[in-house]
């Protein structure tokens, strides 16, 4: 049998556990990290592609901003995709303007940055934006974009030319066995190793290896669809752009006074309601524009109720509802794709200790690229001084 010795081993090369092995190896451990597909094919690699701390409620924008200033770091030193281009909140009506200004006042609490923009300066900075639509906006300069199915093989490259992680794809982890001080972790392929500590960052290999627990938690699964149109000629949209289904939904506004009672006027019966539509764009590096997203839930135990169709119904009305936000050069859509993420019903994130050297941690839901780097660095810390 081939072994490996390690101090820490992480299951699964999402963001979550490739910056769980970031923070480990910049502390000085030997860290390999499994993977086992050649890349990451979950969450990681089919999100939007933005880092919004401003969309979170205190405790994950704190995260969040973190994340930003190690994003930053790295860019500095190593291209992974990191654009420093802002976010900004497009309020449609009086409702969604009441709301971003109660929240551009609670980020002066909180000393982030964020900056009220008129109507005529919304229009000016935003190619497209319908004069319609837009009453003024919230931006947030220091957000960024990514591009997600990059930046997770360029940090991984990262890490492994200047930090020397041990990165092993195709890998499918098949049991963990406590052995004194130390876990033997063995693959099907028969290669072993041997670690102080494991971290189980990936849902999949969490449902392989611990079944029971896994059925027993209070995981569900969200299915995201998006959509990405054909690069656009001679047009470039400066930043996220996210709107007013956007207000509606995002956390952060659940902590403005106003919130409740605009939410309690709602139409529980309407399309976006159904299927947790809200209208965001992003232009990516060879000038489309992607275009999402929907949420629909199920059981992590029943996962596969979801299924891997899209709903035209679903990108029908998202691009519907886009055309009435901002005048693209083309609307022609040459991807469509599900992303899959897995969030807890009661919890922030699921942790769950195995025994004193094999934890879980995963279910972070649709905050892993804002707020993975951040968490992770807390988490770990947690976990080793166990």
């Given at each position: 049998?081939?072994?490996?010795?390690?101090?820490?081993?992480?299951?699964?090369?999402?963001?979550?556990?490739t910056f769980h092995a970031y923070h480990a190896l910049i502390q000085g451990l030997s860290v390999a990290l499994i993977e086992k597909d050649t890349h990451p094919q979950g969450a990681t690699v089919r999100n939007f592609g933005q880092v919004v701390p401003s969309g979170m409620n205190l405790k994950w924008q704190n995260y969040g901003r973190e994340s930003l200033k190690i994003y930053k770091s790295i860019q500095a030193k190593f291209d992974i995709s990191i654009r420093q281009n802002g976010t900004v909140y497009i309020a449609s009506n009086e409702e969604e303007l009441q709301l971003i200004e109660e929240?551009?006042?609670?980020?002066?609490?909180?000393?982030?940055?964020?900056?009220?923009?008129?109507?005529?300066?919304?229009?000016?900075?935003y190619a497209g934006l319908k004069n319609e639509y837009c009453k003024a906006g919230l931006f947030f300069p220091q957000e960024v974009t990514v591009e997600p199915?990059?930046?997770?093989?360029?940090?991984r490259e990262y890490m492994v030319k200047d930090f020397g992680l041990a990165f092993f794809s195709n890998t499918t982890v098949t049991n963990t066995t406590e052995l004194n001080d130390k876990v033997l972790i063995t693959a099907s392929s028969g290669k072993a190793f041997y670690a102080s500590k494991v971290i189980i960052c990936n849902g999949s290999d969490f449902k392989a290896l611990y079944p029971e627990v896994y059925n027993d938690s209070d995981l569900v699964v969200s299915k995201l669809q998006m959509l990405q149109t054909k690069p656009q000629k001679n047009y470039t949209l400066d930043g996220s752009i996210l709107t007013g289904l956007t207000?509606?939904?995002?956390?952060?506004?659940?902590?403005?006074?106003?919130?409740?009672?605009?939410?309690?006027?709602?139409?529980?019966?309407?399309?976006?309601?159904?299927?947790?539509v809200h209208i965001l764009f992003k232009q990516a590096l060879d000038g489309s524009v992607i275009i999402g997203d929907s949420h629909e839930y199920a059981?992590?135990?029943?996962?596969?109720?979801?299924?891997?169709?899209?709903?035209m119904d679903i990108d029908n009305f998202m691009i519907e509802e886009a055309k009435k936000i901002i005048n693209l050069p083309t609307y022609t859509i040459q991807n469509r794709w599900a992303g899959f993420y897995s969030q807890c019903k009661t919890t922030d994130v699921f942790e769950h200790k195995v025994s004193n050297n094999v934890h879980i941690v995963?279910?972070?839901?649709?905050?892993?690229?804002?707020?993975?780097?951040?968490?992770?660095?807390?988490?770990?810390?947690?976990?080793?001084?166990?």
């Open positions: 049998m081939n072994t490996n010795t390690y101090d820490l081993v992480i299951v699964g090369g999402g963001a979550l556990g929240l551009h006042t609670i980020n002066k609490k909180n000393n982030y940055e964020s900056a009220l923009l008129t109507k005529e300066a919304c229009l000016t900075k199915r990059t930046m997770i093989h360029k940090l207000i509606r939904r995002y956390e952060s506004f659940e902590e403005c006074p106003s919130y409740k009672t605009i939410k309690a006027q709602e139409n529980p019966n309407s399309l976006e309601k159904k299927y947790g059981s992590a135990k029943h996962s596969d109720q979801l299924g891997y169709d899209l709903n995963t279910g972070i839901g649709g905050k892993g690229m804002t707020a993975s780097a951040g968490f992770a660095k807390n988490s770990l810390t947690r976990i080793i001084n166990k």
